[in-house]
């Protein structure tokens, strides 16, 4: 007979089975992104947000088993803390995804993994055959993904609510520094590096993995030093909340021409705020400088795909860590890299059902509906001729499928800081293996020697595309964006960038303001959700909507018809604080105490000298005029929006 002893374990044995089952069968269901943090309906579910947050594009950054192992840069007390540490992560601006089940690693939200058995390794070593191995390429690697640069947390009186699509307040800057320094800490250092070998390879050391494992990390340097060089800033401190995106693509696909002489006319000291991302498939143009134009839609992997939003999104991951190959073939044969099209498109569709997020009243305030009425009439009222709503269309917050109204606005006209759209027009490189390639169905030809970066950057995003899916290829070239036509509206002008020393500055401020072409504008949109974008303008030189409404004393050309603000005029601040989250419902942005915030924006350097990509100028729109009832009204609708 079976005792009641061993019954009794058989059932216990059974509960405890069933319980574990009933576990993982939670576990699979999902992580709660909203458990912890307070979430707007946004139009997405909880399993699209952790989708969202975890899928890869192809990025590679560091090996997983190299960023599990890597350490903070520097001495400091002496402590050993893991690079990956949450506190380290917080300080740096990148948001905790406590998901056991979509991200057992533990890494910041829109930190992925990425790993390719299929990968081209081979081809992918060929910078540096003596020491790079193809395994290495093949296993699991850490990057980023969309989310890491668009989503965002703010916090009010201790409570928390993440924003889906919203610009991150990261300092990308700082990160790819110290992650550099934190490579060359650990070769330096030999404790550091026999941790570092012991983690990474375990059990497995050798003296022939140990010197492997070492020449592995000496050749990372060598390339990330070389993409610091490339992207160098020394004038101009990104910080919190900014980045100079198109900068860093296009020097990432100079560098992949590995030209040996070649030329660096334009740094990446042109900062942009991350852009909002809602409403993106509805517009015609993207980027702040619209250099992304929608294409048109074709069916693909069983959808419809939109062309431009995958060469956009494909340029978007080659700037951001994808390895990519442009040297050893051409864009007809496609070049080997680890771009992951088929998740880029996925990411994409997704996000078409993205909604712009409403004004959040039980956490951050009621709206005064009655003083928001008084505001839209004054963002409609006509000063000089225009008006608020001539540029900035109105859309309802569900709104996903209208498409939405464009204006682009010339660089002369607009009048803030020119440097974003001026460098990526003016960026030029060694064309090396481009050069004499096709750009456009217009069979526009890259010059064989030296052309404009942005031309390569087609070449190579369309030869991206192609070397994973052949029959994409026609439908993605883009349209030639050669300079044309000479604006001659200057005769006024007495300066340049006034009070700037830096006479190659000046000099491309003057190219970029006396010529007529597409690329030297800036974009305005509906203004959905603009509450939750700060900090404004696109180079994040003003703190808050209610700033954004005052004059500003510094403007891109001095003219012989400039009338000075009075020394007593309130004029947007020159000097503020980035990087809390904590949010002001006032003027409606984030604090900007430099004592509540770890980065510190300057318009001008301590010698009081304006900083070209920090100007805080344009987008003055009789704003010395409006009362300060008028500043507060148009605040209050800002946020119905």
Known sequence: MISKQLIGITLATGLVAITASAERAQAQAGWNVCRDVECLDQGW??????????TTQGSRLLPLSWMRALEQPGDGDGAIRAFLDRAYMDELGYIANPDPVHNPEGLPLGWVVDQ?????????????????????????WVGLTCSACHTNEITHQGRRLRVEGAPTLADFQRMEEDLLQALKDTVADRDRFDRFARAVLGSDQTIDGRESLELQLNEQIVWQQALADKNAAPKVRYGHARLDAQGHILNKVALTIRHPNQITNVLADAPASYPHIWNTSQQDQLQWNGIAPRMFKIRFLGENTELGALVRNTSEVIGVFAHLETDKSKVLRGYPSSARVRELISLERQLESLQSPRWPEEMLGAIDWDLAARGREVFARKIDGESCADCHSHMAPTDTSSNMKISMTPLAELGTDVFTTCNTFLHRSKSGNFGGQLVDTKFTRIDRDEDYTRLMLVNATVGTIRGKLFEVLAAILGEDDRPSGIRTETGLVTEYLPGVSDAKKKADAEECLTQEHPLLAYKARSLNGIWATAPYLHNGSVPTLYDLLLPARMRNVATALDAELPEDAATRPEVFGVGSREFDPVKVGFVSGLDQNPFTFRARGEDGEPIPGNFNSGHDYGTAGLSEEDRRALVEYLKTL
Request: hydrophobic fraction near 30%; proline fraction near 6%.
């Open 45 to 54: 579910n909880d399993a699209q947000r952790r989708w969202w947050y975890t």
């Open 116 to 140: 390719d058995k299929t990968l081209d390794a081979d081809l992918m070593c060929d910078t540096f055959p003596e020491t790079c191995d193809a395994l290495t390429m093949r296993e699991p």
